[in-house]
């Protein structure tokens, strides 16, 4: 699936809005929209996590750990598919045990259709409404009415926050982003111009004036020709019906409120002053924040990158100064080998001169001998 299609997915930003509204009574991740975006997309790995689990892993395995706190502990990157399948098996024999069979079940278990045995293996769209329901459960337990009492009404309750002109809703959750959601509109039967009425009403006699046989094959071939469409049936009139990200960036949202501001019709009109009034301060300055974080982490990365270029030089002195003593050592080894081997020539030299004089020294008195004899 595209990133853009993702994009476009409601199940994206409402995940990371019950995440985050919950975070802090009930320890689910307070995570960002656009790191969900990338984790369904790249399956990107969690910056977090020493051992190699996806953002995705850690994002289910911290919702099971809420759901099944006694197994916890056991929870890992490896077996979590299996704890999660489980789970959701649990939950649909407790419905069957506890509900009228008559009472549709709200808990589907994606694994059963599939042949897949690991969460990573679900698509897109199994993966977010597997993880919608983890949360639907995390808020069924016991201790979570508790948890969650002092959160107020209007942020559980999820609700458009204005429709334009052309019926279109749109959504806000939290952050930067705006959704737009576009209905599928009944189209009504197209209006016939004078000539064709008049046609309609000559067929009309003519049918009227037919024999009885022939009647009811002519009412068969009137109703065949005519409208294009019941009245019923529903189709995309303008726009393309379907959930949107309209509004990502400062100008995303600039654009948006100049075109609403332009147009002459009332709701389009009551839009742009909502936003301007509600909401269009507030985005700019999460904007500026933005930035800001964004210019802080250019610093960071900048004076990490200076601090891996003094530390690269204090390493490469600190080499240096270890090479110098090793050579200065194995240069005095070397000398000290040189002085010793020298001292030994020369003690084999003397030896060797005193043996010499002596062997000439005992020549010297054998002959002496040997001529006082004679």
């Known amino acids: 699936m595209s990133y853009k299609e993702v994009q476009d997915l409601v199940e994206v930003p409402m995940i990371a809005y019950l995440c985050s509204l919950f975070h802090e009574p009930l320890g ?3 995570i960002e929209i656009q790191e969900l975006e990338d984790s369904l997309v790249y399956n990107c790995p969690s910056e977090d996590d020493m051992f190699g689990g996806t953002f995705l892993d850690n994002l289910v395995i911290s919702l099971l750990k809420g759901c099944i706190p006694s197994y916890k502990d056991k929870l890992t990157c490896r077996n979590y598919s299996l704890y ?3 789970l959701f098996n649990s939950k649909i024999e407790e419905h069957e045990e506890e509900r009228s069979p008559a009472v549709p079940c709200n808990i589907t278990n994606p694994f059963d259709s ?3 045995q690991e969460f990573s293996q679900l698509s897109v769209q199994d993966k977010l409404k597997a993880i919608l329901q983890l949360i639907d459960i995390r808020l069924d337990t016991d201790d979570a009415p508790e948890k969650i009492k ?3 009404v209007e942020s559980l309750r999820l609700e458009h926050i204005a429709e334009d002109s052309e019926g279109a809703l749109y959504w806000y959750f939290y952050g930067t982003r705006l959704y737009k959601q576009v209905k599928a509109k009944r189209q009504s ?3 016939k111009s004078k000539k064709q009425q008049d046609q309609d009403k000559t067929k009309k006699d003519t049918k ?3 024999s009885n046989k022939n009647k009811e094959g002519g009412e068969e071939k009137e109703e065949g020709e005519g409208s294009v469409s019941s009245e019923d049936s529903f189709t995309d009139k303008g726009a393309t019906p379907g959930w949107f990200l309209i509004c990502q960036t400062e100008a995303d949202w600039t654009k948006l409120a100049e075109s609403l501001r332009k147009s002459k019709k009332k709701a389009d009109k009551e839009l742009f002053e ?3 009034e509600n909401y269009l301060p507030q985005i700019n300055k999460m904007f500026q924040e933005k930035e800001r974080e964004e210019r802080l982490k250019v610093l960071m990365m900048n004076k990490r990158s200076s601090s891996r270029i003094v530390k690269k030089e204090q390493d490469r002195k600190v080499e240096e100064e270890k090479r110098k003593i090793e050579e200065e050592q194995l ?6 080998a040189r002085k010793k081997r020298k001292e030994q020539e020369e003690f084999e030299e003397l030896q060797r001169l005193k043996e010499n004089f002596l062997a000439r020294s005992r020549d010297t008195r054998g002959k002496n001998k040997t001529e006082k004899l004679i």
């Open 331 to 336: 240069r005095k080894e070397e000398e000290k």
């Open 114 to 116: 599939q042949d897949h």
């Open 150 to 152: 002092n959160i107020p």
């Open 189 to 191: 039967k197209p209006k």
């Open 28 to 30: 689910t991740p307070d």
């Open 208 to 210: 009227k004036s037919s």
């Open 84 to 86: 999660l399948n489980q």
């Open 274 to 276: 909502m936003l301007e």
